[in-house]
């Protein structure tokens, strides 16, 4: 079965192949993975809305984080874009 059907897509794991894959098809140094529940619906009590993990890939290096971001989805969206930024920052 799928790696989502066995993790749920709003996971480190999933976040984690999402930048792997990006990175490897776009031939690119870097990818940046990200996944969440942004609302306004879809949270639940394990994953409420505002949980997003980001992950950032490159040849050497990754890191996956889990986070929550309060807001409405525009700036939980907002939000988790601004922190894969600097999360990759500090990577290079």
């Known amino acids: 079965s799928s790696l989502i059907a066995k993790k749920g897509a709003v996971s480190s794991i999933v976040a984690s192949r999402l930048a792997q894959n990006v990175r490897e098809l776009a031939k690119t140094d870097f990818a940046i993975g990200i996944t969440g529940i942004a609302g306004p ?22 890191m996956a984080k889990k986070f929550h971001f309060s807001g409405n989805r525009p700036t939980v969206r907002k939000k988790a874009a601004l922190k894969s930024l600097e999360l990759l920052k500090k990577i290079l």
């Open 41 to 62: 619906t879809g949270g639940s009590p394990e994953k409420p809305i505002g949980t997003v993990f980001i992950a950032i890939a490159s040849r050497d290096k990754r």
